[in-house]
């Protein structure tokens, strides 16, 4: 029933965005609306599963659950989107490879870091990778408040008084995982050859391929189609792999770096309420103003590139 149900909803969302390609300038605007709403949808997803993968990490080794995610992600998404269709002579493979290992990395990174770190922390310093694109593609000059927003809410979202006990290992596995996260950026929009589906789909063959080894080697994969280990495990690719990662590839297709950067810049907010509503986890006022600093930037973004836009397309005809 996941599966049809993500394949029903990931074809639907393709249409959306595929009529953004032959149509004019509120087309286009809708057409950044439904990738915002896609991006939204795919930090919901990735922070409810973040729970799921705490509870495996009990049983399985932390590399295990990051390869297990991808592999079976691959798997699913091998089969919504008919992998045997592609015509493999136009694939540009290094745009596909670049594209995998930055998904192994963000995935196998981050799993060690919250192994390590509360998730809320360990997202803010993932963070630092889609915030760098951000600042690297700010020109105008309320590129740079928006940016600016969004640091401030992160500091805010930063629990000083906890950071003596920081494991600093967790902190560097956070921050590399922020360093694919940002090649995760840049590889999603570089031409690959292919559809944006087939090209998730490639890329998460390839970081399962990295990863697999790990698991037949850990002794564990035994124990992985066990059931209801399957189960979890199945969950967890969906909503941790196959069903966000299919959703930011057609948000990447309609969102600048600059747009697509300070965005993500929800995900800690995203995390922070994730965690608030389903362990249970206390939000203290200046937490809260964070929240509000991050979206007010998110939202900052998304207005004045929409403008920046209208004046070129005005100034072009």
Excluded at 80 to 99: D, G, P, T
Excluded at 267 to 293: C, D, H, K, M
């Amino acid at each position: 029933m996941s599966v049809a149900f993500l394949w029903a909803f990931t074809l639907s969302c393709e249409k959306y965005t595929n009529r953004s390609n032959n149509k004019m300038s509120s087309s286009n605007q809708k057409s950044q609306l439904h990738a915002l709403g896609f991006l939204i949808l795919a930090m919901l997803s990735v922070q409810s599963s973040a729970s799921l993968a705490k509870i495996l990490f009990q049983d399985f080794p932390v590399l295990t659950v990051s390869a297990m995610r991808l592999c079976l992600g691959a798997i699913i998404l091998a089969i919504i989107f008919q992998i045997w269709r592609i015509n493999f002579s136009q694939v540009r493979w290094k745009a596909i490879l670049a594209y995998g290992f930055a998904l192994a990395g963000m995935n196998a990174l981050f799993y060690l870091s919250i192994e390590r770190l509360p998730i809320g922390i360990a997202v803010a310093f993932e963070f630092i990778g889609p915030l760098s694109v951000a600042l690297y593609h700010a020109r105008q000059k309320y590129d740079f408040v928006w940016v600016s927003f969004a640091i401030i809410g992160l500091i805010l979202l930063f629990p000083f008084n906890q950071a003596h006990s920081l494991d600093w290992i967790g902190v560097l596995f956070a921050v590399s995982a922020g360093a694919c996260w940002a090649l995760y950026i840049i590889a999603g929009q570089k031409p690959s050859g292919i559809s944006g589906n087939h090209t998730v789909c490639l890329g998460m063959s390839v970081g399962a391929c990295i990863l697999l080894p790990i698991t037949l080697f850990s002794g564990s994969i035994g124990q992985v189609i066990e059931l209801p280990y399957l189960f979890y495990f199945i969950g967890l690719a969906i909503l941790a792999s196959a069903l966000p990662f299919s959703l930011e590839m057609l948000a990447l297709r309609n969102l600048t770096p600059l747009s697509f950067g300070t965005l993500m810049s929800l995900e800690p907010a995203v995390a922070a309420l994730s965690g608030f509503i389903f362990l249970g986890e206390y939000l203290l006022w200046n937490q809260w103003l964070a929240l509000a600093t991050i979206i007010t930037a998110s939202v900052g973004c998304t207005i004045t590139t929409q403008k920046a836009r209208q004046e070129r397309e005005k100034a072009a005809s």
